[in-house]
């Protein structure tokens, strides 16, 4: 779809920020691409990540660096990203071949690895790796409850019932999967999942819970945790984001109506409540005035949906959007970006969960979705959900 006249205008009033915040894009990514290579970075410490693949080689955060590298060759043509992308998916095969590792997230770990490169090179390897996922993916669900299994059981802990919000941004594996082999089974699970979704775990003013806890005999109801956010009913903000960029995929991949609904009502939840923090969000929209915890991460997460709905609305709603995810990633740039390419990490302010001591630090999803973001803006990105 060609952008409209009224998404020009809205990005043309912040053309200069954009063009510039690119250019310390390409300077920054140069140097971190140089430095880190095909090593897999999460949260830097001191200015440095560590190879977070030695520590975990199935930490669900593994597979956005590459997904920055493959954005970034789209961009510029350099063959640097490429070659430390393709670096780090073989390095994941580790995980693939392990499986026990292996959760709910293996769309964040494959899609922006195996399936991207697939996308941009016809690599037949990395297709049967995207595959291969979809199908661990797919292996998770639950046909009497109708939902996909999140996470692994613990000690003490029988996880067979749990669903969470952030499966809706792995389903498009699923998506992938049945468009590439033409068969309707992966597509089925990923609609059924969200149905699931829509029923137990959005709320009717937009927000949504963090973890849902089903039987997983007949998917009745049984809990809904707080999460990663404040308390049970609150409203952890990067779990919206999963939430409104998620719904709006699936329309993407579907064009139900019910999803698109469903993407603008959390929409509207989401700009309304960032908007009272100046763009930057906070951790959790209903948590107490203090302390006051910001996550970027979820900024820039939700511009991307953000963005994604723009796509998927007439004219006249389109505007809106691009405005928002614009004012979102702006003052997340504004307040938190370091742009020193000396040292790792690009979008600060990220917070892993309410309670996390990992708050307001750089985290490399961050630093993913704001690329994404960014480079859509410019037309020079390539959609890999």
């Given at each position: ?20 915040t ?66 780090v ?29 697939y ?58 999967a ?39 005999v ?24 999963w ?34 923090t ?24 939700a511009?991307?949906?953000l ?33 020193a ?15 996390s ?29």
């Amino acid at each position: 779809m060609q952008p409209s006249n009224d998404k020009h205008a809205a990005i043309g009033e912040h053309r200069d920020w954009l063009d510039s915040t690119l250019d310390k894009l390409k300077v920054k990514m140069s140097a971190e691409c140089a430095r880190i290579g095909s090593g897999i970075p999460y949260i830097p410490a001191n200015g440095r990540y560590e190879d977070w693949g030695v520590r975990d080689i199935y930490w669900w955060t593994n597979g956005f660096w590459p997904g920055m590298l493959w954005q970034m060759h789209k961009a510029t043509g350099e063959t640097a990203y490429r070659a430390a992308a393709e670096e780090v998916e073989e390095r994941l095969d580790e995980a693939l071949l392990g499986f026990d590792g292996l959760h709910h997230d293996v769309g964040f770990m494959w899609l922006h690895t195996a399936v991207a490169n697939y996308r941009l090179t016809g690599s037949a390897r990395s297709r049967s790796r995207g595959l291969q996922a979809a199908s661990v993916l797919a292996g998770r669900y639950n046909p009497a409850g109708r939902f996909l299994r999140a996470w692994n059981d613990e000690p003490g802990n029988n996880r067979a019932g749990w669903m969470i919000v952030d499966c809706l941004m792995n389903v498009p594996l699923l998506y992938w999967a049945s468009e590439e082999t033409q068969d309707p089974r992966y597509r089925d699970i990923a609609i059924a999942h969200v149905d699931t979704v829509l029923r137990t775990t959005l709320r009717a003013d937009g927000s949504a819970n963090h973890i849902v806890i089903l039987d997983p005999v007949d998917g009745t109801v049984l809990d809904k945790p707080g999460g990663q956010g404040f308390a049970e009913g609150s409203s952890w903000s990067r779990g919206q984001a999963w939430a409104l960029y998620g719904m709006a995929l699936s329309h993407r991949h579907t064009r139900k109506s019910e999803y698109l609904d469903a993407a603008k009502r959390i929409a509207h939840y989401f700009i309304a409540n960032a908007a009272m923090t100046g763009y930057v969000p906070l951790a959790d929209f209903r948590a107490p005035a203090e302390p006051v915890v910001h996550d970027t991460t979820a900024a820039a997460c939700a511009a991307c949906g953000l963005l994604e709905l723009a796509e998927a609305v007439d004219e006249h709603e389109r505007r809106l959007y691009v405005e928002a995810a614009i004012r979102m990633l702006r003052a997340s740039e504004q307040k938190f970006a370091n742009w020193a390419p000396g040292e790792d990490g690009i979008l600060g302010g990220g917070t892993v969960a309410y309670f996390s001591e990992e708050r307001e630090v750089p985290i490399i999803y961050g630093d993913y979705f704001f690329i994404e973001g960014v480079l859509r803006l410019s037309g020079q990105d390539r959609h890999l959900w």
